[in-house]
């Protein structure tokens, strides 16, 4: 653990635009990794030593984690944006009071969250309707999941606070840490105990407070403006609603994307359990894929949010133009190599022949199209990074959601085939580009971000 005193924090408002989008990406893309790899080592230990049903459970239940995982993650962006002008601006004050309000924020809603998503579990399984084959285990595994979901809400609050002024390197140490002990008491629990999805479910929820105990206390311990003192935990008005009037559409937009998904889930889970458990295996590789674009867009949010704070829009439009080339060039090659090794990295996760080609014709067939996805998401985080979050979060759900819906509701009625379900995706990711496009050229967001800026002086000088 650093030293107390040691400064991390990277001030991207001078310098190489690509040195600190790579420097800052690197380290959050290696942690993303290993966070991935929390639920990825669930599904290869349950498809390995428990039964193919097993891991159909465990992969099909990801659209709904995500969903209310997705909404806190929403609302953890508008706390990286606040943060990030706060810091680009010199504003320790502003910092301060950010960090607290989000910590308060977070033990809120993690109690929230907590609740709805143990209740809701058996409903949503329903409706994605779920085998009554896979129903009993999949079930068992979202509620021991949800019911230790506070400890992953702490970990990516704290991690996002920390991202915010620059620092992506120590979250990135304790997500190693923790997917080594994750690995560990996954293989303890369901090999040596015998316990099957509970064993990964509580190995899970164990390693995620484990992360949440290390960044809670990195942050006790920094002594620079973002340090985080417990007995000071307030929640601060104008802060929270910075924050929200942020995060909120960022939030909105992934809960309802996840909720659709959900429904989604529902057409694929029509072709029985060796395609769930195929879908389930590319959902997987899919995330690993995305990393380094996902990666390189919370950089180029942080970076535009510095600059926009620091009052450089010319700097934070070249820093988008860097993030966009970055991320195409990455995920190029990831493509050609996860098409090349496409049989033996499903095989990684189960050997049965129907689960091979099923997880095969949706690597080969949805993995090309990344490339789109790489313009649409490094735009809105961009857009985010400058405080307009709406924009992004109507396009994104006309794209993902209402779109893709009336695309599988009419068109499965006409062809009935799971290529057809599978290709929902990529249009949706077409479209969203297209539109993406159109607004970050056109848009007022710059006009936005002089308006604050007015705000801001006006309200000094009235100080």
Known sequence: MAAVGKKRSRDMT??????????FALPLMVGNLFQQMY???????????????????????????NML?????????GVGVVISQRFGAKDDEGVHKAVHTTVGMTLVLGVIFT???????????????????????????????????????????????????????RPLYFLVFCSVVNTVLDLLFVVVFHMG??????????????????????????????????????????????????????????????FSNVFVQGY?????????????????????????MQSITMGGTTFVGQNVGARDLKRAEKGVSTAIWLSML????????????????????NQEPDVLHFGKLFIRMISPFYLITCINQVLAGALRGAGDSKAPMFMMLFSFVVFRQIYLFIGTKFIH?????????????????????????????????????????AAKNLA
């Not at 509620?143 to 620059?166: H, W």
């Open 14 to 23: 001078e310098g190489t635009i690509w040195k600190h989008l790579v420097a």
């Open 268 to 292: 694929i889970n029509d072709f029985g359990a060796a395609c769930m458990a195929g879908w389930g295996c590319y959902n997987r590789l899919d995330q690993f894929i995305l990393l380094p």
């Open 69 to 77: 995982v997705g909404f806190f993650l929403g609302l953890s962006m």
């Open 417 to 457: 085939e799971v290529w057809f379900v599978g290709f929902g995706y990529p249009l949706g990711w077409i479209v969203c580009s297209l539109l993406q496009l159109l607004y970050y050229r056109k848009s007022r967001w710059r006009e936005r971000c002089k308006l604050m800026w007015a705000q801001e002086d």
């Open 330 to 349: 990455v995920t190029l090659v990831l493509i050609a190599v996860v098409n090349l090794f496409a049989a033996p990295l499903i095989q990684i996760f």
């Open 115 to 169: 609740v709805i998503g143990v209740t809701v579990t058996p409903l949503m399984l329903r409706l994605m309707k779920t085998p009554e084959d896979v129903f009993p285990e999949a079930k068992t595994y979202l509620q021991i999941y949800f019911s230790g979901i506070a400890g992953l809400m702490l970990y990516n609050m704290g991690s996002g606070i920390l991202r915010a002024v620059g620092d992506s390197r």
């Open 39 to 65: 639920n990825t080592v669930d599904s290869i230990v349950v498809g390995r030593f428990v039964s193919m049903e097993a891991l159909a459970a465990v992969g099909s239940t990801s659209s709904i984690t």
């Open 197 to 258: 999805v509970e064993g990964v479910a509580f190995a899970t929820i164990i390693a995620q407070f484990l992360s949440a105990v290390l960044i809670l206390v990195v942050l006790g311990r920094s002594n620079e403006n973002y340090r985080f003192i417990p007995k000071k935990i307030r929640i601060y008005p104008a802060m929270l609603k910075s924050i929200i009037n942020i995060g909120l559409p960022s939030a909105l937009q992934r809960l309802v994307t996840a």
